[in-house]
């Protein structure tokens, strides 16, 4: 009971993170912001949690997953209302490192928590679960928010992500009891700086290959909507189009388990990446909105299994009584690409256009 509710809020609150994200940057170039603008947006998205999360994870690991989930569903409702309650630019940037940083919170409890409460040998299903609703995150949430805007307003969403999130605190606070407080256990957990974990070559390299990922999931979030947007596409071809993104994740998670337990997790990588490559080249090379949906199809393909293969290796390469702080970890690096990249990027599609954008993350 206690592996499904984590997985069921998770998967909700996938929709209102994933939904977010699209959101931010719409109603950025609503507001009149331009690439490196929605860059440096996206870079103080991951601001706080880049520097926070492996606090986070010790806490969890110290004291318990209860108090990160409480402190992010709570956070993350009151949070996202206020680009709608104050609208305009400056009140964006204010909004976007608190909406990171309070879903950075519940982010870390529930994949420790996805990892902790199974056995081994349910460990690798349980995470394709969590992810899988991460993908379906990736659909709903930002289809959601284009039909919204289309038919409502940028307000309108906000609201209505909120209330998700805010039913996610009231559905944990009632399952709270099928929990454990302590979900890895009653004996305390060995102490070390993040130095020592970085000395492990299994989890340094489910770091870096998480990076690499992040990075083109990253530029892919932020900057089709603006070229979608710019190429004259509504607000709801552009959800559905991100929608094709989440989908291929969904679609390739399903295939984790079969594919890496013929061919391994390296080789099921090494062509995801090729997939990703092949997509970001041919996304700047039509306006067509099929064609786009077909190339962040197979974008989704390449960039959807990196981040559930690198969460089951950052928690199995943890030692015992560490394994929130091996999961904060992965996360730094994840919000680190959302601090660095987008600004970098940025300020190359502001000069040299949004086509060099997807040809340089390919290479």
């Known amino acids: 009971m206690a592996i499904a509710l984590v997985l069921l809020l998770s998967t909700v609150a996938f929709v209102s993170l994933k939904g ?6 719409l109603f950025a170039v609503e507001l009149g912001a331009g690439p490196f603008e929605t860059g440096m947006l996206f870079a103080l998205y991951g ?3 880049f520097l926070l999360a492996v606090s986070a994870g010790r ?3 110290r004291l318990g997953n209860h108090v990160l989930m409480y402190a992010g569903f709570a956070g993350f409702a009151f949070t996202l209302p206020l680009p709608a309650l104050f609208p305009s630019l400056p009140m964006l940037f204010v909004a976007a490192p608190l909406v990171g940083f309070t879903s950075m919170l519940f982010i870390v409890a529930t994949q420790n928590l996805v990892g902790v409460l199974s056995q081994p040998g349910t460990r690798t299903r349980n995470y394709s679960y969590y992810s899988l609703g991460d993908a379906a995150g990736n659909v709903a949430g930002p289809v959601l928010v284009g039909f919204t805007i289309d038919g409502y307003s940028h307000a309108v969403s ?8 805010a039913a996610c605190l009231v559905l944990f606070h009632f399952g709270r009891n ?6 890895g256990g009653d004996a305390a957990p060995k102490r070390g700086g993040s130095v020592e974990l970085l000395r492990l070559p299994a989890l340094r390299n489910a770091l870096i290959t998480n990076g690499i990922v992040m990075t083109g999931i990253d530029l892919y979030i932020i900057y089709l909507p603006l070229y979608a947007s710019g190429i004259g596409l509504s607000a709801s071809a552009i959800g559905l189009i991100v929608g094709a993104f989440g989908a291929a994740g969904f679609v390739v998670r399903i295939l984790i388990p079969p594919v890496t337990g013929r061919w391994g997790e390296h080789a099921m990588i090494a062509a995801a990446l090729a997939l990703s490559c092949f997509a970001f080249v041919a996304i700047p090379l039509t306006g067509n ?3 786009l949906g077909a190339a962040s199809f197979v974008a989704g393909l390449g960039l959807g299994c990196g981040q559930p293969l690198s969460m089951i290796l950052s928690f199995n390469a943890a030692p015992q009584g560490r394994s929130a702080e091996a999961i904060a970890m992965r996360l730094a690096v994840s919000y ?3 601090v660095m990249i ?3 990027f940025g300020a190359l599609g502001a000069v040299l256009g949004l086509a060099q954008v997807f040809w340089t993350c390919a290479m």
């Open 178 to 183: 099928e929990i454990p407080v302590r979900a």
């Open 336 to 338: 680190g690409a959302h």
């Open 342 to 344: 987008p600004p970098v």
């Open 20 to 25: 977010s994200r699209v959101l931010m940057t």
């Open 59 to 61: 806490i969890a690991d």
């Open 158 to 165: 906000y609201y209505v992500l909120a209330a998700i999130a």
């Open 47 to 49: 601001l706080f949690p």
């Open 289 to 291: 909105p099929w064609l």
